[in-house]
Structure formats: C-alpha cells, structure tokens
C-alpha cells in the first residue's frame, strides 16, 4: 500500500498564492509518475498538473492554470508541491495528490492511469 500524504492546503482571496504539499514513501513505489488532481463542488476530479520523477522532470498542466501554477519535485524523495499562483475562484477545490505505479516513459493525464491517491487538502479561492 502506498500512502500519499497532501498538506498546505487553506482559504485564500482572489490573487493570493498557496503552494500544497504531497509527501509520498520512503521507498520507491514502483511508478516515475506522479499528479496533482482537483474535484470542485458537484464537479467531477479532473488532472491539474503532473510531473514525470526522472531527470528533466517534464511536466503537464491544465489549459486553465498554465502559468499560474508550477508542480515540482521536492528534496525529499518521492515528494512533490504544487506551487499556485494568482488564485482565482475556479481553482476552489479538493487537490487530491495521486502516483503512478509502474514505470514509463512519459505520464498521462487520466485518473485511471494513477492508481496511489492522497486523501486531499482543501483549497478555497474567495472573491
């Protein structure tokens, strides 16, 4: 079992910054893939940012947070943050950290591609 641990999470006007936290094992769990997702209220969980964990660490990000937001690979290992930027009302939700599990050459967007999930930290963007 790979437990994915996300922290940082808080309430924040429009324009603030917040940067969460996902701390994953000790040990390797078998992926190079890791993911931030987002679930806003009566929405369904939908791919905010990913990182590939080899050397380059390539990135994706959703249309909506490219240039605001910034996912990177922390110092300790297996441990990744989600630096957001210019908050904004839309980017409300519950940031759920998620991990791959097999290794690959590059990562993918969908929820059924990461089968490790966190148990989420609340983000909340007020006008």
């Known amino acids: 079992q790979v437990q994915l641990v996300e922290s940082g999470g808080g309430s924040v006007q429009t324009g603030e910054s917040l940067r969460v936290s996902c701390a994953g094992p000790?040990?390797?769990?078998?992926?190079?893939?890791m993911a931030w997702f987002r679930q806003a209220p009566g929405q369904e969980r939908v791919a905010v940012a990913n990182?590939?964990?080899?050397?380059?660490?390539?990135?994706y990000y959703r249309d909506s947070v490219r240039g605001r937001f910034t996912i990177s690979q922390g110092n300790r290992k297996n441990t990744v943050y989600l630096q957001m930027n210019n908050l904004k009302p839309e980017d409300t939700g519950m940031y759920y950290c998620?991990?791959?599990?097999?290794?690959?050459?590059?990562?993918?967007?969908?929820?059924?591609?990461?089968?490790?999930w966190g148990q989420g930290t609340l983000v909340t963007v007020s006008s």
């Open positions: 990182i590939y964990l080899e050397s380059g660490d390539a990135t």
């Open positions: 998620a991990a791959g599990s097999v290794h690959i050459a590059r990562c993918y967007f969908g929820a059924e591609h990461y089968p490790y």
């Open positions: 000790d040990y390797d769990f078998g992926g190079n893939c």
